[in-house]
């Protein structure tokens, strides 16, 4: 049996997290092996933005994260900011645009960045392998960790975890990252799925499931957080990214609450109604300013629809407060099978922010969304892998 093959840097996971690292690590020298299970590199960032890629976002700050430690992103966002990852694109001639809140995206595939990747991880000679699973992980006395894969065995003193989260098992994803934490005596903080659509059940599953298709902007609020983009109405529940946004914040049992309306002043839109169109039915009215059959099953359901003139001062404000403030009860998620990203992970008490470093095992270092960080929808999450690997890579072999 021959021997391990040595290099100075294994890579569990060629994503978005693991290349930035290893492109970082060879740039320095280092000869770096990255290893994946999948049959080619970077699915997220190939399905990702409906295949254009929202590689990152030009406002991220730390408190566009969530963690148990909510510092824990600083460092490694301060040192590789959107603009490294932007100058980068250009370089590689990659056309982009702005969609909105500061989301940038490719003008034409997301292929561009996972052949921008691989260039660089070919021009700093990493070597990457596909359909490489791994059997067993080792630490030996002599400090190194040695992994036995379907490839053969393979050695080196640093090792990185890049295996990312639990979400989209179609593609690949699993909980070894966690596995591997946990013998190397790391805390797992419980996992759940993140940016994913919310289900109904019940009434409210009755009242809304034909009306699968149906959009609108919408204010989405929970535990004091609040999102406005747009909400779709889906066959199991709701969807878009006001929903997926907050799904991050709910969870069973907390209050949902919508702003059906949140580009209108409701009293004044009411009154003028009132004043102007006392004969119309708020059915109609609402028709206007809403999708005709989501205002329809409102008023079926939630409202009742006379005449504006036969609405009381009480009435009416009645109305504006529930189209304000409209209780949505969610029973659940879509789970990790549509879920953009996973809450949870490796607790950061155990790295260190600056490096990715395990605190336990010298040369084990933990990066992307395997780590309990998770950024909100619209470029964060690709934003926290390339900074995360990035803090890694230029800590190996130091």
Known sequence: MTGPIDSDVLIIGAGAAGLMCALTAGQRGLR???????NKVGKKILMSGGGRCNFTNTGTTPANYLSAN???CKSALARYTPWHFIELVERHRI???EKELGQLFCDESSKQIVAMLLAECAAASTSIRTHCSIERVEHTDTGKFRLHTTQGRFQAPALVVASGGLSIPSMGASGFGYQLAQQFGHAVLPTRAGLVPLTLSGKHAERLHDLAGVALPVEARCNGMAFRNFMLVTH???SGPAVLQISNFWQPG???????LPDHDLDALLQGWRQQRRDAELKTLLGEVLPKRFAQRLCEHWLTSKPLRQYSETELQAVATLLRDWPLVASGTEGYRTAEVTLGGVDTDGLSSSTMMSKRVPGL???GEVVDVTGWLGGYNFQWAWASGHAAGMALGG
């Open 32 to 38: 770096v092996q990255v290893l994946d299970h999948a």
């Open 70 to 72: 909510r510092h824990f």
């Open 95 to 97: 056309a982009y645009h």
């Open 236 to 238: 199991r529940g709701i």
């Open 254 to 260: 907390d209050d949902l609450r919508l702003d059906l």
């Open 365 to 367: 270092h933990f990066i």
